[in-house]
Nanobody
């Protein structure tokens, strides 16, 4: 299984970025795909998840600003991030086979290498 992210970069607060993840070696049409992020000194957190039936989950901190979608025909999962804030600065990871853990946290079985997002004020 290989997940390759792209689209990270540096933007000013209020700007937008679109992250993309190309998935190979995995039949993900029905499974849970997700974007996680980890900032320095902080725990990794799930940002947005999407299931094969189109259901989604968003962290409270990004609701109304981020949007996740999947293109099964092209094996991609995208994360559109609008109105970015400095606190969104983190390494963002694409993940496959996400699952809920105790304490309302999330984990996944497969991970990409990550793409850096930096938001300046």
């Amino acid at each position: 299984v290989q997940l390759v992210e792209s689209g990270g970069g540096s933007v000013q607060a209020g700007g937008s970025l679109r992250l993309s993840c190309i998935v190979s070696g995995y039949t993900y049409s029905s499974g849970c795909m997700a974007w996680f992020r980890q900032a320095p000194g902080k725990e990794r957190e799930a940002v947005a998840n999407i299931w094969g039936n189109g259901a989604t989950y968003y962290a409270d901190s990004v609701k109304g600003r981020f949007s996740i979608n999947r293109d099964n025909a092209n094996n991609t999962v995208n994360l559109r991030m609008n109105n970015l804030k400095p606190e969104d600065t983190a390494m963002y990871y694409c993940a496959a086979e996400c699952r809920r853990r105790p304490g309302d946290t999330w984990d996944a079985n497969y991970w990409g290498q990550g793409t850096q997002v930096t938001v300046s004020s």
